[in-house]
């Protein structure tokens, strides 16, 4: 493993945690070198019919950080997550997780070397109970096996320490006083909480989180941030999709971002916020103009550009009120 991860402040605002610098090589731009990649994907695309849904030239993920893959909806972060983790078949390219070519290589093999994901709808099994929720995600069970589990005194031992390693995950997700409950009785967020501590049953190299903050109560945000930023303490690697600029402000160590199908930028996340090619991803035009400032609705300084545009917004305004008074008189 390469000690060229270098923690380094600024630590991220919410959370007080060290962020990780010195990740790449060279300048911060889409594709760029990776000073120990975990994963490296090469000229990966995905089309269904006419439509390209993923065209990824070179995308290497850093080691031991924290990676956010952003952009608009229908960039392609999903399918890409699909297509890496096995899930779905590209039309051309090759990838490597740890050094192990993973293209056509199936989901459930490549959850066992060691990558493993969540999902945006979260997948717990409703009529089973929490505790048996998390020993499904356990790898290498002997009672798996037809003729052994006939056998009690073959599995019975694996299966109590397991089921000891799913108590103690639980409770570092707060969630063992809910292990005997059925997984249909849990919140939303308590569903991711309950997928992410799964992932966790098989000890993996790399967690890949699909929207980890979707429809989970505020609440319990916080919670899923801290549980998001020990991964990376406990040696993990973590690579998620969010949509939440803040969330990936707060606990990114590197972003990526994708427009239709593409990597257009790369880096620290405080760099990335301000590279014109994102704004114009989210935006879909450039906007050098702070309109929080113009509108009042933050305090700052107006530049020449920002003072024309709010005498234009009041001429507009001072005409449509004495249009409206002279039709009114």
Known sequence: MSNNNIPADPAAPRTGRIKTVGLHKGEAVPGCEKNDPILVADHVT???GGLTAVDVDHLEIPRNAITALIGPNGAGKTTL????CGFDKPNTG???????????IPSFKVARMGQVRTFQLTKALSLLTVLENMKLGAPDQKGESFFRSLIPAIWRTQDTELEAKAMDLLARFKLDN????????????????????????????????????????????QSLLDHILDLKELGMTVLFVEHDMNMVRHIADWVVVMA????????????VMQDQAVI???LGSHQDVDLGVVTG??????????????AEIREEHEAAVQAAEEENS
């Open 46 to 48: 995905r089309r269904f």
């Open 297 to 310: 609705r933050y305090s700052g300084e107006l530049d020449e550009s920002a003072s024309e545009m709010l």
């Open 178 to 221: 809910k292990a005997q409950d059925y997984a249909a009785s849990l919140s939303g967020g308590q569903r991711k909480l309950l997928e992410m501590a799964r992932a966790l049953m098989r000890d993996p190299n790399l967690v890949m989180l699909d929207e980890p903050m979707a429809g989970v109560n505020p609440a319990l945000t």
């Open 260 to 271: 239709e199908g593409r990597v257009v930028a790369e880096g620290p996340p405080e760099s």
């Open 81 to 84: 997550f699909n297509l890496l």
């Open 94 to 104: 090759k990838w490597s997780f740890d050094g192990h070519q993973l293209s056509g």
């Open 280 to 282: 114009d991803a989210y």
